[in-house]
């Protein structure tokens, strides 16, 4: 059973960071896209940021958090990465990372993954 965990939330002052990891069991290069996503009380899922699994193409960002996230992948460790800087409390969130093995272009969209981990809370105050 493929399986996503989530890990590294947790509460923050605005202007910290925190560091999110996603262990992804099973077979990583069976994804074609990994992503990072959240959700906030009320609020649409959003997706943060992607990557190709196998591939050189540069991520891509929500606008809300270009130049403070950065989204990063290891390989032999199966993991995938969310480094949040400069985090202020909008970014307050359950985040998930997500993956889909569909020979797609990867998008941002919650529709385009089919495998989700349960989601780790941050939680960021002024």
């Known amino acids: 059973q493929v399986q996503l965990v989530e890990s590294g939330g947790g509460s923050v002052q605005t202007g910290g960071s925190l560091r999110l990891s996603c262990v992804v069991s099973?077979?990583?290069?069976?994804?074609?896209?990994v992503a990072w996503f959240r959700q906030a009380p009320g609020k649409e899922r959003e997706g943060v940021a992607y990557?190709?699994?196998?591939?050189?193409?540069?991520?891509a960002y929500a606008d809300s958090v270009k130049g403070r996230f950065t989204i990063s992948q290891d390989r032999s460790k199966n993991s995938l990465y969310l480094q949040m800087d400069s985090l202020n409390p909008e970014d307050t969130a359950m985040y998930y990372c997500?993956?889909?093995?569909?020979?797609?272009?990867?998008?941002?969209?919650?529709?385009?993954?089919?495998?989700w981990g349960q989601g780790t809370q941050v939680t960021v105050s002024s």
């Open positions: 099973g077979y990583y290069y069976r994804y074609q896209c």
């Open positions: 990557l190709y699994t196998g591939s050189s193409v540069s991520p």
């Open positions: 997500a993956a889909d093995s569909r020979v797609e272009r990867c998008v941002r969209s919650s529709s385009r993954y089919a495998t």
